[in-house]
């Protein structure tokens, strides 16, 4: 058979070929990025689903507008105010997860060969959507407090990129967030000269996961031009629902309307009444505080246990949300080698060079600390510890 | 802002636009494409909801396989062994809706410029999928009795497409039905030297409607090379759910998986273990049972109200199951002035232009007969007649 020529590049996710390696129930493990089941509000569900087939009936089992359910788009519109942001529930568009929403922005913007910014390290499901797209990545570092935003402008004005995608908060891999400021020098420097061929997509699945300091405004709060924004339920609510958003103004909107009829016509009518009849009938903010409290006490956990546990070559981010904490080796060390190392220790991560475009990242790795209770998660540390040591040792 | 270039030639359903000018109550709509709501299964998913979230738990809202859900794949393998096809569950990939498997199958096949075979008049969600690839369409004539023949296997021979799409059981829009001789005919024509380099989709949403005569195994029981099948739960238990599936062989199942990665993750876990739930728990035949009964009355009024009121001129299809009737109007007629026409007389249908990829058609329409009760049919047919006799008078 003759695939077509995007399949000769394209690759699964590493991430989750790892995981087959993991289903050994004696290890721990702290590669998968799965919210925790415990906070899954499975009884209100089983309630959600007899009110609202109760009350619109077969209208929840039928085909429904491409856009979403509206009282669903209010809902999240709304939830733009908190910002000072005002979205019109037109301008949100629901979608199949998040993930879907890079599908339908690469479709409406990305022709072969243009170029899109990622940060380094950057989200590896974003990476792997564009690459079917046939584009050249432009990365630029990603510092502790945000992207390098000198770098930004310079790839900017000299690539002329179609895309910037971001991860503002708590960025899956590296757990960094950025600083106010850092927030308003993008929306500038996306606005300058430089920046106006290009569109800035902000990504935000974990900002409301936040358990130290202030919550920050999305850059687009600062922006003086369009932008779009992903939002998902899947880390407030629940993931198994595949429900996401696009927040973005009307012409994006239109042009991602287009494209999902062709892509799936529209997300499950089922999940979205559901989902809405839950938002409805329950607290959202009190909901997502038990969850914070929770991966708060891991993130703790882990953070100890690092400072405990690790050889002080290695660095570790210590982010005040998300799900994700990332490790920095000292020079010379591979953390491919340290994988196998660490499952003989029967401990697992996610090795750092697939959130890099270009081949690096060859001594940084990824550690999940939703998913473990801080026993286990201490004690994976040290397993993991050890397993570095005696490579430093070596 | 650049958008892709796809963009300049990507339309939306014209359908979904006559769908708006529907939403007047006084119109009798034979315009869309909507299953019965009626049969909607409402209270056994209540109660499969209750049971799988109290069984299962947490796992009904959690991220999950690619792949989909291994009941439901297995479930629908078993479903395929009434035509002695053998799939086994790992050839089968659950997809949000079959539009998503014709969104995947184009993304692992299709190239800019890539010659596609659709039949003419061809599914509308198939056409607007493949035209965002950039595709050239080499479009064969439908027969009463399914495609062309040796119309197919000269454009396969001359135009080497890369994929031949049909539907052969009551297609959408035409309700036409392949022949036995004729499902033999297309799969010998992709064996000969012709088709090797072309990939037969077969997609059957209708295939379980039929009301009358006899079913007829897929094309596929006779090819002798791989092959892609879409499948959809759409019509015989719920659209809103948005499962479909592909069956395929393993070697497109594993390419279909590593773009569904980066097009939604995958489909909802929720809805596809409620799916499977209610499959374990109902009988799925008795379902469709009744669903066909339903239709088959609401054909059998639209066939009679065409005989009696419709101008002899007008040709119309006489399906023997599926959701719709194709009528060809007379030499020099217009559907599309037939549409204004008929909008005044309170009766609405779907123009047959979209259906085809050449802008011919012109003097066809659509009508649906399964949203809507036998009475409603026979006034709106009467209705359509007036407005037919008009146009042929003046």
């Known amino acids: 058979m003759r695939f077509a020529t995007r399949m000769q590049t394209a690759q699964r996710s590493f991430i989750r070929e790892i995981l087959k390696v993991t289903a050994d129930p004696q290890i721990i493990s702290l590669a998968g990025g799965l919210p925790s089941p415990e906070h899954f509000p499975c009884a209100a569900f089983v309630e959600a689903t007899r009110a609202e087939l109760g009350d619109a009936g077969p209208a929840c089992l039928q085909y429904s507008t491409t856009e979403g359910h509206p009282e669903l788009r209010a809902f999240i519109a709304k939830r733009y105010e908190r910002w000072g942001l005002n979205f019109s529930p037109d301008e949100i568009l629901i979608t199949t997860g998040s993930q879907q929403g890079l599908d339908l922005l690469a479709k409406v913007f990305l ?43 310079q790839v900017l004005r000299a690539e002329r990129p179609k895309l910037y995608y971001t991860v503002p908060n708590f960025q899956n891999p590296s757990g960094v967030t950025f600083s106010q400021d850092k927030r308003v020098a993008v929306a500038e420097i996306m606005y300058s000269p430089s920046g106006e061929d290009t569109v ?18 999305p850059i687009r709060k600062f922006m003086r031009k369009p932008s779009a924004l992903l939002g998902s339920f899947s880390k407030i609510v629940a993931p198994g629902l595949r429900i996401g958003w696009i927040a973005a103004d009307k012409e994006v909107i239109e042009q991602c309307v287009t494209v999902k009829q062709a892509a799936d016509l529209h997300t499950s009518t089922f999940a979205q009444r559901v989902l809405a009849r839950f938002l409805r009938d329950n607290d959202l903010d009190a909901h997502i505080e038990k969850i914070r409290k929770t991966y708060g006490e891991r993130r703790q956990a882990m953070v100890e246990a690092i400072r405990e546990h690790f050889p002080s070559q290695a660095k ?19 953390s491919l080698a340290l ?18 475009t270009d081949g690096s990242g060859e001594r940084t790795l990824r550690l999940n600390f939703s998913n473990a209770t801080p026993e286990r998660i201490t004690e994976g540390i040290k397993r993991l510890g050890r397993a570095i040591g005696r490579m430093l040792e070596s």
Chains 1, 2 share one sequence.
Do not use: H
Not at 200 to 217: A, C, K, T, W
Not at 339 to 356: L, M, N, R, S, T
């Open 111 to 153: 022709d072969p060969g243009d170029a899109v910014v990622v940060e380094r390290p950057g989200y590896l499901g974003a990476i792997q959507t564009f690459s079917l797209f046939g584009v050249r990545f432009t990365p630029v570092e990603l510092e502790d407090d945000g992207v390098d935003t000198a770098a930004l402008e």
């Open 200 to 217: 800035l997509i902000e990504d935000n699945p974990y900002g409301e996961l936040r358990f130290l300091g202030q919550d920050l405004p």
């Open 339 to 356: 994988f196998d190392a660490a499952i003989q220790e029967k401990v697992a991560f996610v090795p750092g060079v697939p959130f890099y």
């Open 316 to 334: 570790a981010t210590e982010p005040e949300g998300g799900m994700f904490l990332w490790i920095t080796l000292p020079e010379g060390c591979s």
